[in-house]
């Protein structure tokens, strides 16, 4: 069992910055080791959009081309932590943000929210104009 607790929402104004933090906790100690991990974004109204992924190894990323200037993806394996960085942000940021992960994941796979197996609670994210 894996399970992700987001945090480090909020409410900020535009240009602001936010880092958003993801932990794993699972019943085995080296579980984070082998997840690949995404942040998706749900904004009102809308569906679901990828924001960012990592390899389980973080040789990989992936940003969004809305966001790739801005934020950055990063992950701590000794900390079991994924972390997004988000910076110059604009109202069109305001959303829920997720995080999510797979086992042994085929980076391919890494931008499709189906293709996931864990997904944390969503952490809200406010940006004022």
């Known amino acids: 069992q894996v399970n992700l607790v987001e945090s480090g929402g909020g409410l900020v104004q535009t240009g602001a910055s936010l880092r958003l933090s993801c932990v794993v906790s699972?019943?085995?100690?080296?579980?984070?080791?082998?997840?690949?991990m995404a942040w998706f974004r749900r904004a009102p109204g809308k569906e679901p959009e990828v924001v960012a992924a990592i390899s389980f190894d973080g040789e990989r990323t992936y940003l969004a081309d809305t966001v790739k200037d801005r934020f950055i993806i990063s992950r701590d394996n000794a900390k079991n932590t994924m972390t997004l960085q988000m910076n110059a942000m604009k109202p069109e940021d305001t959303a829920v943000y997720y995080c999510a992960a797979k086992p042994f994941q085929n980076w391919a796979d890494s931008r499709l929210a189906a293709k996931y197996d864990y997904w944390g609670q969503g952490t809200h994210v406010t940006v004022s104009s």
């Open positions: 699972a019943t085995s100690e080296r579980a984070f080791l082998i997840l690949g």
